[in-house]
């Protein structure tokens, strides 16, 4: 045993029992899932995560309010085997719904509000949020490095979103997305 092996064990340890610890917060928290800390956490009574979910260390799961606007419940949803690498943000105002067994690659941010910024006199900071639009990302999509999901956008099952995109309209279900802003570039074959 090196001491690569005992990091990664006290790791896992540490990631395990921050999850079993912080379980019963959420409206719901599936078997075998685990998030690594450290975590940025609001919200979490209106968060299902489904079983065998892996958020990694640094990400940022919220669900602002109490707000009027949150009339999806659970406001964020999390299916079952979906992987979160790290570092990413999932910002809530009414609806995400973030499907099974999906990719999210390191630095993805999903939200489904934005800053208002409509008063140039005004620091943005301070004009709240607007265009909100419930987010869906179906079954099996991967969504690369630091990909951006805009308000009211729909990935469809099974799509794939290159590295650094910025996703501001629907992609259509086992299609592959690049580029800012995100264009289809072809569709997947079945093999
Ligand atoms: C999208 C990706 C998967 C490649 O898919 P592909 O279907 O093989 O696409 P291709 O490489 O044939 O590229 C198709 C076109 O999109 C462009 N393209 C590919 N990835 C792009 C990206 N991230 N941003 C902008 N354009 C991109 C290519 O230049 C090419 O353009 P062209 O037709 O004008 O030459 C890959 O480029 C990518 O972004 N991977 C993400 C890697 C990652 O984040 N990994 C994290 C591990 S979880």
Known sequence: VNTADVYRLAQRARAKVFSLGLAP?????????????????????SIAIGADVYIGAGSWLQVVGPSALTTISPALVIGAGTRMSGTCTVSVAAGVD??????????????DHRHAFADIDLPVLEQGIEQVAPVVI?????????????????????????????????????????????????TRARV
């Open 25 to 45: 917060s959420f409206a719901e928290f599936g078997p075998r899932t685990v998030i690594d800390p450290p975590l940025r956490l609001v919200g979490e009574r």
């Open 98 to 111: 973030i499907g099974r067994s999906v990719l999210f690659a390191r630095g993805v941010y999903v939200a």
């Open 138 to 186: 179906g079954d099996g999509a991967w969504l690369g490095e630091h990909v951006v999901v805009c308000p009211g956008v729909t990935i469809g099952r099974g799509a794939v979103v290159g590295a650094n995109s910025v996703v501001t309209a629907d992609v259509a279900p086992g299609s592959v997305a690049v580029g800012a802003p995100a264009r289809v570039v072809r």
